[in-house]
């Protein structure tokens, strides 16, 4: 109990005791006649029988993949655990950060890389985890109509529409060419430890174009730096790049489809088209102290969400009209159903007229999205190695430890166990066998294949980038 109101609270745990209740004897019918068998199944349902703060305030940045919080609010699926949840919009990414961490939120959708950086200490220091990944997918790189007009004459084309995906090896030109004229090139991302960052930061290199490097004593990502990439919150982005202050960003949607519906602005690529294999974009973000001090209630909100990502990618994506709607909704994301619907329903508008199936552009639950592998913290930290954020090197081991302190999927599989037990999901939606890792991962756009198993050889596999045995001095690359 949060103790806002003393009369909503005591209302609200009356009614939650009694729902509890109806709870656990239906979770009992359920058992009994699916015949669920095994200690695993069993003591999840132990475990689940008295959720310890059930009034409860997540944060969130209004983009379309917040989805899995607006989801379970909306359908009641976090009231089907006992829960009363307020979802408050966040300034950007550093408040609901620090809000989340100093328990004014009790959790919130998080940029992937958020919790892990938190955790190491990048930024701010605190250990928060994640039970659940949010999605796969969902960003674009956009630039403006003037940077793609210059683009334009190096793409190849077929039947007069630019041939997929686009490389920035065709960006390269133009960057070159500002650079001759003494014109910075400049591109928006939202928090440096976003994936959009990264992301950014992997096409860009894919094609020759150095993104810059971080160091101890620098944070602003620039050292030795072709495009200048700095932070913009998601909202922004269009208006930012609109005024000229920036030539192109790295952006969740609905903010590049925002660009093609104002003119100003032409969609390049998809993260899907930078990595078919993907990592999770957002997460959900818990203190480590909350999760301890409150575990029944994780496993209850862990719960709703998963049944939110299954929604949302049930039958073939057949529910996702009405979660744009809810989407639209002023409190959620409040852009026009038709920008937020252009992405969200399987297609993706690159420059105005050309739409195309991207099916897989968003992806809240097939694949095992919602599933928090230790490889994909992994793939996160050979990223933040990789432009210094940390600065020094740092041995295999250290990787997966880190990893295990900051996603925590024992506490998903327990949530969908007791999903399984109830009914409301098939074992065969989760992998409870797996052992935190993907396996090799392929189709990233420079054809370089990541293994969560041996992070150091990937770093040392990519082109630009520190090796891991290199650290950033000043503004040179020296060996450590």
Known sequence: MNGKDTRTNRTSTTASTARRFAAIGALAVALSAVGVA????????????????????????????????????????????????????????????????TGELDGAHMLAGQPIAATIGFGTKAHVITPFSMDLNGNGITVSNEIWAMMKEHVPMEDGKPVHPIK????????????????????????????????????????????????ATDITGQIKADALLSVTPPPQMPATLEAGTINGYC??????????FKGIGVPVITDWEIQKEHNPEKVFGITAEFAEKYPNTTLAITKALIRAGMWLDANGNANRPKAVEILAKPEYVGADYEVIANSMTGTFEYEKGDKRDVPDFNVFFRYFATYPYY???????????????????????WYHETAKKVYK????????????????????????????????????????????????????????????????????????
Not at 70 to 82: C, N, Q, S, T
Request: net charge negative.
């Open 38 to 101: 095994g200690p695993r199944f069993q003591s999840a349902h132990a475990a689940m029988l008295d959720i310890e703060k059930d009034e409860l305030t997540f944060g969130f940045i209004k983009l379309t993949d917040m989805a899995p919080l607006a989801v379970a609010k909306e359908l009641g699926y976090f009231e089907d655990e006992g829960l009363y949840v307020t979802l408050e919009p966040q300034a950007n990414w550093k408040v609901l950060l620090d809000r989340t961490i």
């Open 168 to 215: 920035a090896e065709y960006l390269k030109p133009v960057v070159d060419k500002l650079k001759s004229e003494g014109k910075p090139f400049k591109m928006g991302m939202v928090f440096p430890v976003s994936t959009h960052n990264y992301e950014l930061r992997y096409w860009l290199a894919s094609g020759g174009i150095h993104p810059g490097f971080y160091s």
């Open 251 to 260: 952006v969740g949607e609905p903010w590049n489809q925002q660009a093609v």
């Open 375 to 397: 490889s994909d913290a992994i793939w996160y930290l050979t990223q933040m190695r990789r432009w210094g954020q940390i600065t020094e090197h740092k041995p295999d081991a």
């Open 409 to 480: 999927p024992e506490i998903y599989l327990k949530a969908a166990e007791l999903l399984v037990a109830e009914g409301k999901a098939k074992k065969e939606d989760f992998p409870f066998d797996a052992d935190g890792y993907r396996g090799p991962q392929g189709g990233f756009i420079d054809g370089v294949p990541f293994d969560g198993s041996k992070p150091n050889a990937y770093i040392d596999s990519l082109a630009i980038g520190l090796k891991s045995k290199q650290m950033v001095a000043g503004s040179e690359v020296v060996s450590n």
